[in-house]
């Protein structure tokens, strides 16, 4: 079977190294000059930093991700290093102890801080753990055949009736529901923000998984994730770049291959069935099977085009909400960061009005880094991103993909500066140290993922979203990738082309 995939993503690439193991014929098509989309490592004057993904769930031992690289043969080319990351609000900050002080340390650190709160934070926690047993029932039950899944189907019944009142709540119910304090709420829900969704939209059952204890402390045992929604984090040692390489070598060592710098401009419909694509140099590749990954208006409204297809898979397109972008500040720095923060990897959350912030970064209005930001050390778990007594910085925040004023191309450079200083405000002397810098603008990311309107994380977790299913109503055309996925994510698009690609070749083994 001949199989042509567009873009070289880890969805794309997952898809290709299963599909080029199980003895097809695999070629994928990159636009940009190098693959692997965000989940990419770049370099510049002897520094390294990753541009999309940064502490990733689902990579450690019995997760997801870790079996998927395991079934492509490739699990030890990709170290996974067990970690958690940092949160800085304006008005209180919950560094992890020196010494293990049990799985709600934080909860008791919270009542201290919040006396007046501390029953709506008993509570919360008590919704936190039902929660939790619901999302591990459903995992248990997606792994599960026969009996087990019957069991498992029971379980989640039974797990699903104490929040039966909740199904329909949205995050900012919830978060009132048990709290009067602002910080509290953001504390929580703050990372809707990098979705840019706002808290009325998002689903209140979410809210734990987005703010899972485990996040915060490694010491918190986790239950693999396979098995259980509580899960941990890591850092993909020496960069993601590695991953990149490890699954894209899965796929050339069966004989596929990824090409650089051919742009798809077609993708060839005849009589209801995709039978190939157009290059943009005019080339025509016929194929038995594609697999589109991307952003779904390009794909199909562009490469496939409106005409082909029904009048609701192309009102789903338009009705759902896309997320923002970011800007990116990478630094080369010549002093250790680490005294000044709480982790390598930490948040910093400065407003508390997250419906407003959203409603103004939708609208094209920058904050400057004034809402909130991330830093992040990557040189702190590898050593190998920074020369030897250097250290390579990550300073990211969520931006409008377009400027209500001025624009990203005449107005980069002066808005990372003021993103720097804000950070400064947290790790002194930035500016001053800085021996490179590279900066990567929404404009930057709309070239690299060849999107008119770049989503950092693909299609958001908004209630109102309808995903598109795998399966096209062209026969013969898949669609992969972070705006195939709810939420969007590096280890939800593997597990995605995953499922994909047994749907195509059936449900037996690879």
Not at 240 to 245: A, F, G, K, N
């Amino acid at each position: 079977m001949k199989c042509l995939i567009i873009g070289s993503g880890m969805a794309g690439l997952t898809a290709g190294a299963y599909l080029a193991r199980a003895g097809h014929n695999v070629t994928v098509y990159e636009q940009f000059p190098t693959p692997g989309g965000v989940t990419a490592t770049v370099r510049k004057d002897g520094f390294g930093w990753d541009i999309g993904p940064l502490l990733l769930d689902g990579f450690l031992p019995g997760d997801p991700g870790r079996q998927i690289l395991e079934e492509l043969g490739v699990s030890e080319r990709v170290t996974a290093l067990h970690e958690d990351r940092g949160l800085v609000m304006k008005e209180f900050s919950l560094r992890k102890p020196a010494s293990y002080q049990g799985p709600r340390w934080r909860l008791q650190r919270l009542i201290e801080l919040f006396p007046e709160e501390k029953q709506g934070l008993t509570a919360y926690y008590r919704f936190y753990d039902q929660v939790m047993r619901l999302f591990t029932c459903a995992r248990r039950l997606e792994y599960a055949t026969g009996l087990s899944a019957l069991y498992w189907k029971l379980r989640l019944l039974l797990a699903f009736l104490p929040l039966r009142d909740k199904k329909d709540w949205n995050g900012q119910q919830v978060m009132d529901h048990y709290f009067k304090s602002a910080a509290i709420k953001t504390f929580f829900l703050g990372i809707v923000a990098d979705f840019v969704t706002a808290p009325s939209e998002f689903p209140g059952l979410g809210v734990p998984t987005i703010h899972l204890e485990t996040a915060f402390d490694k010491r918190i045992p986790r239950q693999p994730g396979l098995r259980g929604a509580e899960v941990g984090y890591s850092y993909i040692q020496n960069g993601c770049q590695s991953l990149v390489d490890a699954v894209m070598g899965a796929l050339t060592a069966s004989g596929g291959q990824v090409l650089t710098g051919r742009e798809v401009k077609k993708i060839l419909i005849e009589e209801g069935k995709a039978v190939g694509v157009e290059l943009a140099d005019g080339t025509r590749e016929s194929a038995d099977v594609i697999l589109a990954s991307g952003a779904a208006r390009e794909v199909f409204h562009d490469l496939v085009g409106k005409e082909h297809l029904p009048e609701d898979w192309n009102a789903i397109i338009e009705q759902n909400r896309l997320m923002e972008s970011v800007l990116m500040v990478q630094l080369g720095i010549d002093f250790d960061p680490a005294p000044y923060m709480p982790a390598s990897l930490c948040y910093y959350y400065h407003t508390t009005d997250l419906e407003a912030a959203v409603k103004r970064l939708r609208s094209g209005d920058y904050h400057e880094g004034k809402d909130g930001f991330l830093i992040y050390v990557p040189s702190h778990h590898s050593p190998s991103l920074a020369p030897e007594g250097k250290w390579a910085v990550t300073i990211y925040t969520v931006a409008p993909d377009t400027l209500a004023r001025g624009s990203w191309q005449t107005d980069g450079e002066r808005l990372a500066d003021l993103l720097v200083a804000e950070a400064e405000a947290y790790v002194p002397g930035l500016r001053q140290h800085t021996l490179t810098r590279l900066v990567l603008t929404p404009e930057d990311f709309r070239k690299r993922t060849h999107m008119r309107h770049h989503s950092f994380g693909g299609m958001p977790p908004v209630m109102s979203n309808r995903p598109l299913k795998h399966k096209t109503p062209i026969e013969n055309l898949w669609f992969i990738g972070s705006q195939s996925e709810n939420g969007g994510g590096v280890v939800h698009v593997m597990t995605g082309a995953r499922k994909t690609v047994r749907q195509i070749l059936g449900e037996g083994r690879f």
